[in-house]
């Protein structure tokens, strides 16, 4: 039985959302607890997993509007000898330290506007007001652990003690208002490689590198009338490329309409996709081409092929999802439209795109073996998916040649998160890292798939719920 709330959404008619818990606040903090393993973690299993998520929902009297808003908290799993201890502790943002002192909220978030009386004091997205909640990803950068959000705000922070040590002194040379916090990582020059939107009486995006010790360049610059919502970007050997999903902005609207950030996108679908192909080597623009409009968060991989360039992306036919993820709809079950991945063919010399899909389940938080394959030809990729659900409740694995079935793990009452892919040396080979949520029994586990068979490897019990968060990283040198 579903129902529509006030502006048409269906709703489920269920007195307890069972993942709902997934959105409830945890205060809890704890500091090297070794966790209880059942199974058997793989000896070469050395490093950590460090992730991020929102784990604060409410300041003051106030709840704050979207899962993207939540404040900011730090997880840490670190594994040595078949064990693992687990930390938690929130990110000291400047965010999270003024909901704290002053029990308001004073920053701007996604979807969300701080306190009346600061907002008039400073208006929202050209104000020293940037949030800096990294909420999103962590990254690693040479002797830097950062968490991240789409402000060019950087938060550096201790990867073992999760002590925060503040925004990163190289922040003030991100070239853009609105940035992304998921970089590529370059191999070869070991440079974090990001675009950010610089918004002003001319428009432009700006591809950047920085390199380990802060060193910024801008790798191209280009013009655009209206700035798409882009969360991510596409990567070969040899191009980068901004897809700009037709969800966008006024720019002027974007400084001045007293609106919360997101609110000032509009979905566009007469403009179709816009994929902008940059040279990385000189920053020219190789090509400028059109395609379906459709929405996405995450690239998933890309690679060049027979004068083509392939990205691969978890793809939404529209950004409704976003309108979802509205705490108040998301607690009350909300269903969400299915992402899948999908294949947008980019010619180089001339026509259009064209999107095809490469496998029926829903494939979200998507994860590849990065260092070998990212940018190249590849076949394996893995994700969290449904099974006819409201909530991501299955770890996947694609063929994404169509060889292989769909390998899945599931377990009752289950909502995994992002699988970490992490190597044990070999290609495609290793295991899968995911943080569950084990609704039923109100608290979480970090789960050990083998990549390969999906087959549980272990799992590890956490003394509390985690809540519902986005993205992380396997720190190898620990
Ligand atoms: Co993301």
């Known amino acids: 039985m579903v129902w529509m709330d006030t502006r048409g959404v269906e709703m489920l008619t269920v007195d307890t959302v069972e993942h709902a818990v997934g959105f409830r606040s945890l205060e809890d903090e704890v500091a ?166 610089h918004l002003g009486p001319r428009n432009r995006y700006r591809l950047y590198a920085v390199a380990p010790g802060g060193a910024l360049r801008v790798v191209a610059d280009v013009p655009t009338d209206r700035p798409a919502y882009m969360h991510s970007f596409g990567l070969t050997e040899r191009y980068a490329v901004l897809t700009e999903w037709p969800l966008v902005a006024n720019p002027i609207k974007l400084a001045l309409s007293g609106r919360p950030f997101i609110e000032n996108y509009r979905w566009a679908p007469e403009r179709g996709t816009r994929y902008t192909v940059i040279d990385r080597r000189d920053g020219s623009v190789r090509a400028r081409v059109q395609g379906p409009a459709t929405f996405a968060f995450h690239h998933v991989n890309g690679f060049e092929r027979d004068g083509e360039l392939l990205l691969d992306v978890s793809t939404y036919d529209d950004p409704r999802v976003i309108d979802l993820l509205y705490l108040d709809r998301i607690r009350a079950g909300a269903e969400l439209p299915p992402a899948t991945l999908r294949r947008h063919r980019v010619p180089l010399d001339g026509g259009d795109v064209t999107i095809e899909p490469l496998a029926e389940p829903v494939f979200e938080l998507g994860r590849i073996d990065y260092g070998r394959r990212n940018g190249r030809d590849y076949r394996y990729a893995w994700g969290a998916s449904d099974r006819g659900g409201a909530w991501l409740d299955s770890v996947v694995k694609l063929d994404v040649t169509g060889g292989d079935e769909p390998r899945w793990w599931f377990d009752d009452g289950c909502y995994p998160g992002e699988p970490v892919f992490v190597s044990d040396g070999e290609p495609d080979s290793g295991v899968l890292l995911s943080v569950v949520l084990d609704a039923p029994r109100d608290t979480s586990f970090l789960l050990v798939l083998d990549a390969t068979t999906l087959e549980e490897v272990a799992r590890a019990e956490v003394p509390h719920a985690i809540p519902f968060h986005f993205h992380g990283d396997y720190l190898r040198e620990d």
């Open 32 to 197: 090297g607890e070794g966790l209880e393993v059942h199974g058997e973690l793989p000896a070469w299993l050395t490093g950590s997993l460090v992730r991020t998520g929102p784990a604060r929902f409410e300041v003051g009297d106030r709840s704050l509007a979207h899962w993207f808003d939540g404040l900011a908290m730090l997880h840490r799993f670190a594994f040595d000898g078949g064990r693992v201890t687990y930390s938690n502790r929130f990110l000291h943002s400047r965010a999270f330290e003024h909901a704290e002192q002053r029990n308001e909220i004073g920053y701007s978030e996604f979807a969300t506007d701080p306190c009346r009386s600061i907002f008039a004091r400073a208006q929202a997205l050209f104000s020293p007001k940037l949030t800096d909640n990294g909420s999103v990803n962590v990254v690693r950068l040479g002797d830097e652990t950062l968490a991240l959000t789409e402000t060019p705000l950087p938060v550096a922070f201790d990867a073992h003690t999760l002590e925060t040590a503040g925004v990163t002194d190289w922040a003030e040379r991100v070239p853009g208002q609105i940035t992304i916090a998921h970089p590529h990582h370059d191999a070869e020059t070991g440079e974090m490689l990001s675009y950010a939107a």
